[in-house]
């Protein structure tokens, strides 16, 4: 392009730089050999001056600036370079480095492994032979240890491994004394001051069938605590060898284990926050929704409904019934959870449903079928716990009005309910409270009336047992379940409910801490705290033990670690600053960025452009001068 | 219950009967052990689960009792359980009380005032530790909040209107526009402040109210103008907090959560009438809890505490569209009085008379025989009341429907003593000053005024402009108490002790410069302009008649809620308008327009820059004149040489 203005009117002056510089662009700009040779036959033809003098000063400045012009193309080219390098190596890091999210390091290895659940639980028995249930020479090859190993695969990512060590022995001074008892209670407590076995193991007594402690028709006694008493029968003891008498015993301790240590379903249905059910036993699956999910704590609130406060004065002694009926079981579920207690009394409270009045009971009843819309008025009245959000579990009391007096729930088969009450699963229960025998011809209104809270709190406890999760099954035939005592719970019924509750503790503190994983992963740019990768690292941490504690049979601890696990991951889950709601999306960002990147970014890339096409075309130049 | 990946039709169909309606589903009947026969019903039990087969997903179920033992051993502990009986005289009394009352005063302005007060009294200490609470009348999510938070008092106040004082005389409990919210802390709270956020967020969710929206750019702790109205003699002010939202507007659901408190919700008694399409339709509209612990007797050797619920209107009269001036009940709240709440230990309605001894002004039907004298905000008015337990109240047609028809509308109001008006001076965006007036109408004594201004960080008080005058001179404030606002953080506050002389105007004025805000500070709409709450003004106003001093005495309830020290004077409080201040606001597209003109004039002054360093500057032949270029054609034509 330079070399165009050279033109031949220039050429004919006869000006020594003229020349030279012509003759140098000739020789560096190899770009137009044609014109080289135009140029040199210009200058020999030497054409006459003409009107070119009057022009000459401008000319010779035309060419001096042509002759720079190599040294500045280069030039050109090396400011574009250098500026397109300085926006690579500085520009982009610092844009990068300055709209970059904090984001804390998570434990994203050990959470994938997490994914993958490998549950292992393990269970203590001691298997104890008394007197007279092993011949000598079986007898020699005792003290033994076997252990049991099952697995179970639930689904892809989720394994079950659980682990029975049986220990056999026979019995000491102390405790043959303590079978000698008696009854079979009297031996079950006194077995339980010899030695307090601890959480989550068992104790088997195989007792001689000619021991008295137990009924004809029982061969297996499940104590209150972590003891049981299995008889041995005659054609177990064919065997002559200690294998064989083990052989003959293990599917009667196999029962004992399956009622009182945990079984596999309800393992299977605590981990229904991991594993989608598949469509089983559909009475297992009612079972499961029925009680409450694990949670470090619980409200219960008893709530007597008084729709009729003009004709019923009630009074309750709720503060009596609750330290006599509902105390000691708390206290005896206090590992599990914590539990906080209270009572009101709400007038005026409609049920949703007008009751029927039906003449062949002389009464007014409630269908099964509209126990369903019963709750929801009273339920906004109930309020919920202003002091915490944990899961209230309501009892509720209902003493019907006189104008639907007396008041009975009648199940599908149009059979009274016997304890007129019924629960909600995971809500809470309800019973309805008669007072219509204080009616009498001549009865002054308000009636007062003193609730008897025995009955009452008999229904409620039971509804209680059921919303924790106290599974009351009914055992296999020939055993024997002692009645649960004072408290309301045998110790090993407390053991199966710390067995299923750290199992679905520890299955939704995984799926919580892999979900928060994903979704931080997912979504780039979101905030991660540190104080939210402390919590998931305390949450993981807490996982790890648990499963351990799990594998070695330390419930206690499993159950604690599980409950800190929940707790961690709960609060990393729930923590404000991760509202994404918080971040632009990125199509904005970018709306922002271009009216600055746009117009910095097209010179940049066209000069780069046109640098490499030149390049080429050099190159091109190059191998053609050679060929 | 979610999405399944089982194909099962039947079990599909479970999922959705599930998830669509509940079914309702009883399944195994066992009958309840009766303890005192004490049969054990297990093998019966089993039988039964046995044969019931699971036909559809139970939701519902009969509770089958079957721990006999259970509650054996528990009756066992208990020794006796006590059988259901009626029973006789000996019922222990109840520790709860509750009362209720409705006042209605037609008022000079013609409008009718009428007040609500619900007032619970429990026997009980909500800071023992580790209690089982039991409520009976007391609503259980306010006791919750006081024993979790160590409330010692809490009074909280949701307002929509202005009470103008000058028509309508002063107010029985005194609220200002918007939502107020004071709370008395235990000595025992540590974090004051952290409890108070606490709070505050869990009273918004009882009063469905935007409360949450309190934090510390808009509470104080007011040294003495919020003094407990309870007993209690609390000097030391961290413990007190403080904390208005003028722009917080009151409606139904703010009023759904307030009935729920009382015992009989609005199902019977007073409450019936709280019809919220009558009551927000009125001139004012104020509702307030007040929770307090008060002295049981005249010693104050036992106490208990005092739940107030109160509810303030004004109907206008003129707006029902109607000629003759004529009030029923039922033509204000479009419900008759038919019962008392059952609970209730009184319920009764008052009529403020004084003004029409002889019945010359209006007329009452159904008349009562029963007058009561009450003295009230430093005067004695009489009253006829309505005692609603008392069946001859509401007569043959079983209902109330109180009427007052007006003879004349002559009658003079008494003014009252003590009134104030606030408003912003200046103009322009940049300052202000904020005029307080201060009326004492006593003709002859003079009173001290308390004065509180909380005002938002973002009007920047020059405290040294501060001025107080009084007919002209200079009043020096016997007391001040001035904390400065903090950026983003805390609000000014001030608070003087000023001695009004008798039948004059105190001015306090002081100049303000308008802050600007970052841009998402901002609220929605900014141009309508930032409230500023109102400035409080306790006073103890010399009574022309002699005050009761003795709180534990039965009194109407609408003359008992302030404490009343000595005979000769009483409490007031008067609340000012809220100000409205327009701040400078941008337009708020500027930070999008602002990146781009910046981006823009970077992006020319970059690209020049670039092309500077990058270009490589050469001359051009000068192009040939267009004259000379089409000379050179014709010449061309022509076949002469060109030029």
């Given amino acids: ?627 | 219950m979610a999405a399944h990946r089982c194909s099962w039709w039947s079990w599909l169909l479970i999922l959705f009967s599930l998830s669509v309606f509940v079914v309702a589903d009883i399944h195994e009947t066992t009958p309840v052990n009766d303890h005192h026969g004490g049969v054990d019903h297990n093998a019966q039990t089993a039988e039964q689960t046995a044969d019931q087969p699971a036909v559809e997903e139970r939701r519902w179920e009969a509770t089958e009792v079957k721990e006999a033992a259970t509650v054996d051993a528990a009756a066992d502990i208990q020794g006796t359980s006590a059988p259901e009986t009626v029973v006789p005289s000996s019922v222990p009394q109840p520790k709860d009380d509750f009362q209720e009352e409705l006042v209605i005063r037609p008022l000079h302005s013609g409008d009718i005032y009428a007040s609500f007060q619900f007032r619970t009294l429990w026997d009980t200490d909500f800071m023992r530790e580790n209690k089982v609470s039991h409520y009976r009348l007391f609503p259980k999510s306010l006791g919750q909040v006081i024993s979790k938070f160590s409330v010692r008092e809490l009074h909280i106040s949701f307002t929509q209107g202005y009470w103008r004082t000058m028509q309508w005389g002063q107010p029985f409990i005194p609220s200002p526009p918007g939502a107020e919210l004071w709370v008395w802390f235990q000595d025992s709270v540590t974090d004051v402040d952290a409890t108070w956020k606490e709070l505050t967020n869990v009273l918004s969710g009882i009063f469905c109210a935007s409360l949450n929206f309190i934090d510390s750019t808009n509470t104080v702790q007011p040294s003495a103008s919020f003094k407990p109205l309870g007993i209690g003699n609390v000097t030391d002010h961290s413990f007190v907090r403080y904390a208005t939202l003028p722009r917080e507007i009151v409606c139904t659901e703010n009023l759904t959560p307030w009935k729920k408190l009382l015992p009989c919700g609005s199902k019977a008694g007073l409450a019936v009438l709280l019809k919220s399409e009558k009551l927000f339709h009125s001139s004012f509209h104020s509702q307030a809890v007040h929770i307090r612990s008060v002295c049981q007797d005249w010693q104050c050797k036992t106490t208990s505490w005092e739940l107030r619920q109160t509810l303030n209107s004004v109907f206008d009269l003129h707006n029902s569209g109607q000629t003759k001036r004529e009030w029923s009940l039922f033509k204000m709240f479009s419900r008759t009085l038919t019962e008392a709440c059952p609970l209730a230990s009184s319920s009764k309605l008052y009529i403020d008379i004084t003004d029409n001894p002889q019945g010359e002004q209006f007329e009452l039907s159904p008349a009562t025989s029963l007058l009561s004298q009450a003295v009230v905000l430093g005067d004695r008015r009489t009253f006829s009341v309505y005692d609603l337990t008392q069946e001859t109240t509401f007569g043959s047609v079983r209902s109330l429907n109180l009427l007052i028809r007006w003879k004349s509308n002559e009658g003079e109001m008494l003014r009252p003593l003590l009134h104030a008006e606030r408003y912003v001076a200046g103009y322009g965006l940049q300052t202000g000053e904020i005029h307080t007036l201060m009326y004492n109408n006593h003709p002859y004594r003079s009173f001290p005024v308390l004065l509180l201004d909380s005002v938002p960080w973002y009007l920047r008080l020059y405290i040294h402009t501060l001025s107080v005058t009084s007919k002209g001179k200079d009043n020096k404030p016997s007391y001040i108490h001035y904390e400065p606002s903090k950026d983003r953080v805390k609000p000014h506050l001030l608070e003087m002790l000023i001695q009004l002389p008798p039948n004059s105007v105190t001015e306090v004025t002081v100049q303000f410069e308008r802050a600007l805000l970052k841009w998402t500070e901002y609220p929605p709409d900014p141009n309508h302009g930032f409230y500023v709450g109102s400035s409080v003004i306790s006073s103890l106003v010399p009574s022309t008649v002699a005050m009761h001093t003795n709180s534990t005495q039965e009194r109407p309830l609408f003359s008992s809620f302030f404490p009343c020290k000595e005979e000769s004077s009483y409490f007031v409080r008067i609340y000012t308008e809220p100000l409205l201040v327009n701040l400078p606001t941008p337009d708020f597209s500027m930070p999008y327009n602002v990146i781009c003109l910046t981006c823009t004039v970077v992006a020319v002054g970059y690209g020049s820059l670039y092309n500077l360093l990058t270009r490589s500057f050469q001359i051009e032949e000068p192009n040939p004149g267009l004259a000379k270029r089409i000379a050179n054609v014709i010449r061309r034509m022509r076949g002469v040489p060109p030029l």
């Avoid at chain 1, 020699?140 to 892809?156: A, I, N, R, S, Y």
């Fill in chain 1, 1 to 627: 392009m330079a070399v165009m203005q050279v033109d031949v009117p220039l050429v004919s002056l006869p000006d020594r730089t003229t020349t030279i510089c012509a003759s140098s662009v000739s020789d560096k700009c190899s770009s137009t050999p044609g014109h080289h040779k135009e140029l040199s036959s210009g200058y020999s033809a030497s054409t006459p001056r003409t009107s070119a003098t009057a022009q000459r000063p401008v000319k010779i400045f035309q060419t001096t600036i042509l002759c720079v012009c190599l040294p500045e193309r280069r030039r050109g080219q090396l400011a574009a370079l250098s500026i397109a390098a300085v926006v690579i190596i500085v520009g982009v890091p610092l844009w990068w480095r300055t709209t970059e999210t904090y984001r804390a390091w998570l434990p994203v290895s050990q959470i994938k492994d997490l994914a993958k659940l490998q549950l292992h639980l393990s269970a203590d028995v001691e298997v104890v032979f008394a007197r007279g249930t092993v011949t000598p020479e079986q007898q020699k090859k005792v003290p033994l240890t076997q252990t049991q190993d099952e697995e179970h695969t639930v689904d892809e990512d989720t394994t079950l491994r659980y682990r029975y060590e049986t220990k056999y022995r026979t019995a000491t001074i102390m405790e043959e004394d303590a079978l000698k008892k008696p009854t079979a209670a009297e031996a079950d407590l006194s077995l339980h001051m010899l030695s307090e076995s601890p959480c989550g193991s068992l104790v088997v007594y195989v007792i001689p069938e000619s021991s008295s402690l137990l009924p004809e028709d029982v061969n297996v006694y499940i104590g209150q605590r972590r003891t049981a008493l299995v008889r041995i029968s005659a054609q177990m003891r064919v065997g002559k060898t200690l294998e064989q008498l083990l052989a003959q015993l293990e599917p009667q301790i196999k029962q004992v284990l399956q009622v009182m240590s945990f079984s596999h379903t309800d393992i299977t249905v605590a981990l229904s926050d991991r594993v989608r059910f598949r469509p089983g036993n559909k009475e297992s699956i009612a079972d499961s929704m029925r009680a409450f999910k694990s949670s470090p704590g619980y409200e219960i609130t008893f709530s007597l409904l008084n729709p009729d406060p003009k004709s019923h004065q009630l009074h309750w002694d709720i503060e009596g019934a609750v330290q006599t009926y509902i105390q000691p079981l708390l206290t005896k579920l206090s590992p599990l959870a914590n539990f906080s207690m209270d009572s009101q009394t709400l007038y005026y409270t409609m049920l949703g449903v007008t009751p029927r009045f039906d003449s062949s009971f002389e009464a007014y009843t409630l269908n099964a079928d509209s126990l369903a819309h019963v709750i929801n008025p009273v339920e906004a009245r109930l309020g919920s716990n202003a002091a915490s959000s944990n899961p209230v579990l309501n009892f509720l009391l209902y003493v019907p009005d006189i104008r639907h007096s007396p008041l009975y729930i009648h199940d599908h088969r149009k059979q009274e309910v016997p304890s007129n009450a019924f629960h909600s699963p995971r809500w809470g229960g309800i019973m309805v409270y008669n007072v219509n025998g204080f009616y009498g011809s001549e009865t002054e209104f308000p009636v007062h009336v003193n609730i008897n809270m025995a009955k009452v709190m008999g229904v409620f406890l039971a509804q209680l047992r059921l919303l924790l999760g106290v599974q009351s099954l009914s055992p296999p035939p020939g055993f024997l379940v002692a009645p649960c005592g004072s408290a309301g719970l045998a110790d090993w019924e407390l053991d199966r409910l710390m067995w299923s509750r750290s199992v679905e503790n520890i299955a939704t503190a995984t799926t919580t801490i892999t979900s928060l994983a994903q979704l931080l992963d997912q979504i780039g740019n979101i905030v991660i705290n540190d104080n939210i990768a402390q919590q998931v690292s305390s949450a993981v941490t807490s996982l790890q033990l648990a499963m351990a504690e799990l594998e070695v049979g330390n419930l206690g601890f499993a159950l604690q670690y599980s409950k800190e696990a929940i707790l961690a991951s709960e609060k990393a889950f729930f923590d404000p600053s991760l509202l994404h709601l918080l971040y632009f999306p990125d199509d904005q960002k970018f709306a922002i960025y271009i009216p600055l990147f746009l117009p910095m970014c097209v010179p940049i890339l066209l000069s780069m452009l046109k640098i490499v096409s030149e390049a080429r075309q050099r190159r091109r130049e190059k191998q053609a001068k050679k060929e």
